[in-house]
């Protein structure tokens, strides 16, 4: 059935489709509208799912990383401050091995003030060990949701999936929404290796001295390695059942251009319409859309920028110091390959200003243009 | 002689690591003994992270999640949510928190999940300080006591919070003040809030010889005159508004139960004189409460 809703409506449908046991969240614009309609599905019994109201972001992860030892499917929502908040039981959820899903709405982090887009809330919490994926669209936020309790269940690790503010959440597209029926099969119920059992008690999360600690993490990084193939599969397979599927990444565009310009979230939808444009004008451009942040897709990239003179990255977050963060990873990954494109890192958008047409194709043409970068930052659409 | 009531289950094995003398390690005895095996214990960071041991081992026989200094009560509403999800009415849900776990940095959580009356018993295991980070004061410890960041040049100005007073403006069903030298007490109120649903609170006074220097044989004996002096009564609340106060026949003045212990080794006469006006206004506020 096809119906024309918000983004955060989009995140309610694939909660209910994923059938989840408990949820615990609090409110934050512009995550906020996620958890109303959940409480309204709950209250009207189409929902047998707990929701936990709890006082803060901090109580709201660590209630479900308490369910979620307990063996059942949790999902929480959030955004920006509310994130930071959690950081301390972000580490807590992936250190546990607990397969939690999170929804966090990109906003900018105070002060001053902003309830607008900026990655720089999610971006801050690459180190936590928690799988990250990116979306352009509502029907990539439904079906993200529906395969991220797959990925999370199958390497026991956390995911957050990740929609731009206002321009995703507040806005209504049309979205194909698949049945319970349909959906049922491709996400079976959640069965944990090592539920909390008093017949068989076992302490979770014990102190771990420096003999083991290591393991543990050496651990995380190897489940870590696995999510390319498992999200892989589990996109095939979704791709079969729903005719519609994602990667890791996706290159759109000229077949060999010369130039390419990454991005991820909505400033992908914008892009392709002025890659078209620039094409047929006669510019060796083509586009890549980062979905999958953490891990890294650094394999996937590779292979899809061979042959590439530049690589153009918009980064609507920063790090300040270093500059965008999706640029910074990026020269990371290439920096051991034999081929390296010259990176041009450049920084818009951030606090919800608009990434218009006329600023990705002045990212492009600067990128055409120049041999390299005259700069580690530029920055499009700075007020001087 | 009367023979004891204490049930000889044993679910705390050999090999802890509590120092000697730990009031915490009795108390955590009682509980167990209390509280049967289907029952799931969330152990925020406290002395009690570490005195079960290492990874893989654990020397509590129940089912234990540890988990951060700041979410005993959402940790634990999260995981009675799930048993509840699996059908499981049965199983209990226990919070074993420390006095900084409960008094400052867990009570927010705490005060939301007293709020929604989770379906737990919390369980503050009260030694007045932040023993397992090396003994800082926390807003349990006592007026004028010694603490490593309460140093005897400057000790503790600020009597100790109110925190039964706090939990029972929650409104829950049951709080409880109990402590080590009266086991039979102790396990009767276990009992009574084993029977009741909701969120149920003990107020545990654990003595801690390290961090009260006191000698370690002391710990049962401090407990006793905690009681004695007044200083610690005994007493129960239900539903924030039900007082039933143990009265306490033997009443020694403070100056008995602060003169055994070095962290007050320092206190002049007249601040011993101000500890002891402090009781009796706390007792005068808790006789007022109680409504007699
Ligand atoms: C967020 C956070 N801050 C600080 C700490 C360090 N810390 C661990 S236990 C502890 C003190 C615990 O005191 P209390 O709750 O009274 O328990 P006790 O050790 O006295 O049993 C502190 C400060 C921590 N683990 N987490
Ligand atoms: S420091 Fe105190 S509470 Fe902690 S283990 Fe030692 S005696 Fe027990
Ligand atoms: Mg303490």
Redesign the pocket.
């Known amino acids: 059935m096809k119906k024309v809703i918000t983004g955060n409506q989009a995140v309610a449908y694939g909660v209910i489709l994923s059938r989840v046991d408990v949820i615990s969240a609090y409110p934050i614009t512009p995550q906020t509208t996620i958890v109303e309609e959940l409480s309204e599905l709950i209250a009207s019994g189409r929902l047998k799912t707990i929701f936990l109201k709890v006082e803060s972001e901090h109580s709201a992860m660590a209630a479900l990383i308490g369910a979620s030892t307990g063996g059942v499917r949790c999902f929480t929502a959030t955004s920006s401050h509310g994130l930071a908040y959690m950081h301390?039981m972000l580490h807590w959820a992936s250190g546990a091995r607990l397969p939690i899903v999170l929804v966090n709405v990109n906003r900018a982090i105070g002060p001053p003030w902003n309830i607008w887009s900026d990655q720089s809330d999610s971006l801050s919490q690459r180190d936590t060990g928690w799988i990250q994926l990116y979306c352009e669209n509502n029907q990539e936020v439904l079906d993200t949701i529906l395969q991220a309790y797959r990925i999370a269940e199958s390497v026991k690790l956390p995911v957050m999936v990740v929609l731009d503010a206002y321009v995703l959440s507040h806005t209504s597209e049309a979205v194909e929404i698949p049945t319970m029926e349909e959906v049922d099969p491709f996400l079976p119920p959640y069965c944990p290796e090592y539920p909390i059992d008093t017949q068989e008690p076992m302490a979770f999360s014990v102190i771990t001295t420096p003999e083991y600690f290591l393991e543990f993490r050496y651990k995380i990084q190897k489940a870590m390695e696995q999510v390319p193939e498992v999200a892989k599969k589990v996109d095939d397979e979704f791709r079969s059942r729903f005719s519609r599927g994602y990667g890791a990444i996706e290159r759109y565009g000229k077949k060999e251009a010369e130039i390419l310009l990454m991005t991820s979230g909505t400033v992908t939808g914008t892009s392709r319409i002025v890659i078209q444009k620039l094409i047929e004008k006669g510019v060796s451009v083509a586009g890549i859309k980062i979905k999958r942040f953490r891990p890294f897709p650094s394999e996937e990239i590779y292979e899809e920028i061979k042959g590439a003179k530049k690589l153009a990255v918009i980064d609507r977050n920063l790090s300040a110091g270093v500059g965008g963060i999706f640029a910074q990873e990026l020269r990371a990954s290439l920096y051991s390959r034999g081929e390296r494109p010259q990176v041009f890192g450049f920084i818009s958008g951030l606090g919800g200003r608009d990434i218009t047409p006329e600023l990705i194709e002045e990212a492009v043409r600067y990128t055409w243009e120049h041999p390299q970068p005259e700069e580690e930052i530029l920055w499009l659409g700075l007020k001087k | 002689m009367r023979k004891t009531e204490i049930p000889s289950i044993e679910n705390l094995g050999h090999g802890h690591l509590a120092c000697a003398g730990c009031g915490?390690a009795v108390s955590m005895r009682l509980t167990l003994k209390a509280l049967g095996e289907k029952t799931v214990m969330v152990i925020p960071?406290?002395?009690?992270?570490i005195i079960p041991g290492s990874w893989p081992y654990s020397s509590l026989r129940i089912p234990v999640v540890h988990a951060?200094?700041?979410t005993g009560g959402a940790t634990a509403s999260g995981i009675r949510a799930a048993l509840n999800i699996r059908g499981d009415y049965e199983t209990l849900v226990a919070v074993w928190?420390?006095?900084?776990?409960?008094f400052d940095?867990g009570l927010q959580a705490l005060s939301g999940a007293a709020e929604r009356n989770e379906d737990f018993i919390y369980i503050c295991?009260d030694?007045e300080?932040?023993?397992?980070?090396g003994t800082q004061r926390?807003s349990a410890t006592p007026m004028f006591a010694w603490t490593t960041t309460t140093p005897v040049m400057q000790p503790k100005e600020n009597p100790k919070k109110d925190i039964m007073a706090i939990m029972a403006d929650h409104q829950i069903p049951y709080a409880a003040t109990a402590t080590i030298a009266y086991p039979e007490d102790f396990l009767r109120k276990m009992k009574k809030a084993m029977k009741i649903r909701g969120t149920r609170f003990i107020h545990l006074l654990s003595p801690c010889p390290p961090g009260w220097k006191i000698p370690s044989e002391l710990t049962i004996k401090i407990s006793r005159l905690a009681v004695r002096s007044r200083v610690f009564p005994l007493y129960e609340i239900e539903n924030g508004i039900s007082y039933t106060l143990q009265e306490e026949s033997h009443v020694v003045p403070v100056k008995e139960y602060l003169k055994l212990q070095g962290r007050f080794s320092h206190l002049t006469d007249s601040e011993i004189e101000v500890i002891q006006e402090n009781v009796g206004r706390a007792r005068e506020r808790l006789m007022k409460k109680a409504g007699d």
């Open positions: 301390e | 915490a960071a406290s002395c009690w992270s951060g200094f700041v928190a420390g006095d900084g776990g409960t940095i295991n030694n300080g932040y023993m397992n980070t926390s």
